[in-house]
């Protein structure tokens, strides 16, 4: 299903802008439990800030190279980490130990992206080139023994993944190539299934994603200063105007829809661009699943 077919119109939406600092690449907002987590990927940082946002992001850990992602352990043991050029668990103590670095060495230089915990406890992550190169992307799996495993590959942009609850089915967006797929998963194993087209944009690039509590996707749209909500048969449902042209990552927590944003590449960023916004709606979503990593 493509979005040509889906014949949604905009909602007026009335955002809030969280105070404080603005962003150069904000992403990756989840909720854990009583407050949000984000990162800054370029700077390294992970963010926390109030499930009722209250307060500005304050940083908890500043990593020496990019952040794409995080991910808490289970039991509270510290964070699973999409950084760098693989991924790393981080303890409470400020310690980093890394479980891979699988895009050292490739032949373009690459960064680890957006990623996530599944409901089975195994964490899924992407990778990049710098310079966008075409496929030369990949989704990595990280099993609870702390393996890392190439699950994907040709990808040019990976965001997401985005999970059902019960584990059994995957959206994964490739952002450059304007598509979002749907693919199942075993969750006994971690395996994939056939990829098959969600949704295609005409405008902008899905970013990052969520399931609500009616199955339906949610998906920053970077370039179109959009939000789309997906009904489960890929046609879009709603369509949010958003007052920043590259929103990045959504999460529902607390009676809101939260984005956050970014202002890099921006030659003259907007009041908003880089911001963290939100806005009321009245559905539902999903704490954010723990990583069943052993440490």
Known sequence: MTEASSGAVADPVRWSAVSGERFALGEGLRDVGGWLIMVDILSGRMLELPVDLSRPPRVLLR???????VAPLAGGRGWIAAAGTGIALLTEGGGVRWLGRPEDGAPHRMRMNDGVADPCGRFWAGSMAYDTASGTGSLYRVDPD??????????????????????????????????????????????????????RLVVGSPDGMTVDADGYLWSAIWGAGEIRRFAPTGSVDRVLRVPAGQ?????????????????????????YDGAVLHTPVPVAGYRAATAAVRL
């Open 146 to 199: 702390g393996a890392v495993h190439r699950a994907l590959g040709g990808l040019t942009v990976p965001n997401g993944p985005a999970f059902t609850p019960d584990g059994e089915l995957m959206y994964l967006a490739d952002s450059a190539l304007g598509v979002i797929y749907r693919v199942p998963v075993d969750p006994r194993t971690g395996e994939l299934g056939e990829l098959a087209e969600f949704a």
């Open 247 to 271: 929103p990045t990552s959504v999460c529902l927590a607390d009676g809101r829809l939260v984005a956050t944003s970014a202002a890099v590449g921006l030659v003259q960023p907007g009041e």
């Open 63 to 69: 990593l020496a190279e990019p952040l794409g992602a």
